[in-house]
């Protein structure tokens, strides 16, 4: 079945470093892959979509210049959270558009610590 | 973006017991999606509904695509404890972009 693998799973670094999360689509192209972002205990709200080869495009109240969002290949979105702060801190999770299922699988998600 | 409403937002069930959810829209969409997320993990579908008045079956579960076009239902039968974790819905109208309902949490108790 469709595949997608998120890394780094988890990772905790210091307010005001970037930090950078990629998104692989393991054995479908994916010409359109979502980012979502997701507070404990809460749902699942969508930050960007990401397309190959073009721009992404953000979510009202998400601020591009923070997320910088990069979907240079056919299996591969990058989401980088610049100069993070604490309030970053939380679940990203990546999706992926399977249009031979027409389906959309999601990573495995990626916790964010900022401290 | 938009969020969608789900309810229940938690429920505490017997084993063996069926277990009902929804979900709201104010905007009509063409696409619904039932998702479970178990914790730290990612969500993994659960059943696709892609035209209003579907009725569609994975095992114990059965999903239904609202006529109106502005909700969904999940049935759970029988309920075991391996079904517990959140169960989310996601719409999608004329874009691609899938928005999210607000979690139902499910506690199976043996």
């Known amino acids: 079945g469709a595949v997608v693998s998120q890394h780094p799973s988890w990772v905790i670094c210091k307010s005001g470093t970037s930090v950078k999360i990629e998104c692989r689509s393991l054995?479908?192209?994916?010409?359109?892959m979502f980012w979502y972002r997701q507070f404990p205990k809460q749902s699942l709200m969508l930050m960007a979509t990401?397309?190959?080869?073009?721009?992404?495009?953000?979510e009202q109240g998400v601020e591009k210049d923070k997320f910088l969002i990069n979907h240079a290949s056919l299996t591969l979105s990058t989401l980088t959270v610049t100069s993070a702060h604490p309030e970053d801190s939380s679940f990203y999770i990546c999706?992926?558009?399977?249009?031979?299922?027409?389906?959309?699988?999601f990573g495995s998600g990626t916790r964010l610590t900022v401290v | 973006g938009q969020q969608l409403n789900q309810s229940p937002q938690s429920m505490f069930i017997q084993e063996g017991e069926d277990v009902s959810m929804n979900c709201t829209s104010s905007?009509?969409?063409?696409?619904w999606l039932w998702y479970k997320q178990d914790p730290g993990e990612g969500p993994v579908l659960l059943i696709a509904?892609?035209?209003?008045?579907e009725l569609t079956s994975n095992g114990r579960l059965t999903a239904q695509f609202g006529i109106t076009r502005k909700d969904s239902f999940l049935n759970i039968s029988a309920s075991i404890p391996s079904d517990v974790g959140i169960y989310f819905c996601?719409?999608?109208?004329?874009?691609?972009?899938?928005?999210f309902g607000t979690g139902t949490s499910l506690t199976v108790i043996p």
């Open positions: 054995d479908f192209q994916a010409t359109t």
């Open positions: 509904l892609y035209k209003a008045g």
């Open positions: 999706s992926a558009e399977n249009r031979g299922d027409y389906g959309y699988t």
């Open positions: 996601a719409g999608s109208g004329t874009g691609n972009q899938f928005y």
């Open positions: 905007s009509i969409f063409n696409t």
């Open positions: 990401s397309n190959e080869g073009s721009k992404a495009t953000y």
